[in-house]
């Protein structure tokens, strides 16, 4: 035994006659994990299921059941259906992961209401039409900005194409750019690399100069 270390000590006959797994609510009436949710992180979302392939990890994720308003009529709704959208999230263990949202379908009781079904919004997870979650776009502006990563390169880390990636983050950058308070307490600006002119700034030559006529 290592000089200073207590001896652990050891259980023995020991039964067990509930399941260990963080996950045994699951089984209880379809509660949530809250260490599952805790791992994952997404505010208002809760995991019901994960699954790990050998290149890619899928978590599946839903908000819990709660009275949602018509955007229209304001009229507590009634739950429809769900649609599963799949989002490109952050990557986790060096693993590109994928978000399945069971996105919840909603339908207006008011029959004068021109609203007839709508599906739930969460603004923080994902832009209108995106397919790259809000901290998957945030963590590629990162690794371009902190990690002299391409944006190609990003989007190979994400099992996406350049295009994906570049729709993501441009609307965050520009949105930084047009951020006047960027510059709060900036008192001196220096230049960290040079422009070089590749291309001869003189005036080209018109054919037939300098020939006598």
């Not at 739930?120 to 397919?131: C, K, N």
């Not at 002119?197 to 100069?209: E, I, L, W």
Request: with cysteine; glycine share 8%.
């Amino acid at each position: 035994m290592i000089r200073g270390l207590l001896p652990l000590p050891i259980a023995k006959d020991l039964d067990v006659s509930e399941p260990t797994s963080c996950c045994r609510a699951l089984g209880t009436g379809g509660a949530y994990c809250h260490n599952c949710d805790l791992l994952v992180g997404l505010d208002g979302l809760h995991v019901t299921d994960v699954r790990r392939d050998p290149e890619l990890l899928t978590v599946t994720v839903e908000s819990a059941p709660a009275p949602a308003g018509c955007p229209g009529c304001g009229t507590v709704a009634e739950a429809h259906s769900r649609r599963a959208v799949r989002l490109v999230d952050a990557p986790c263990f060096d693993t590109p992961v994928v978000l399945l949202w069971r996105k919840r379908r909603y339908r207006c009781r008011e029959d004068a209401c021109e609203v007839r079904t709508f599906t739930e919004q969460v603004p923080d997870l994902v832009r209108p039409r995106g397919l790259l979650t809000t901290r998957a776009a945030r963590w590629a502006i990162t690794q371009i900005r902190s990690e002299h990563a391409s944006v190609q390169g990003v989007a190979r880390q994400l099992g996406v194409r350049w295009r994906t990636v570049w729709s993501a983050i441009k609307p965050i950058l520009t949105a930084a750019a047009a951020d006047e308070t960027r510059f709060a307490g900036v008192a001196i600006l220096g230049v960290d690399e040079h422009v070089w002119h590749h291309v001869s700034t003189k005036r080209p030559r018109t054919a037939g100069a300098g020939r006598r006529s």
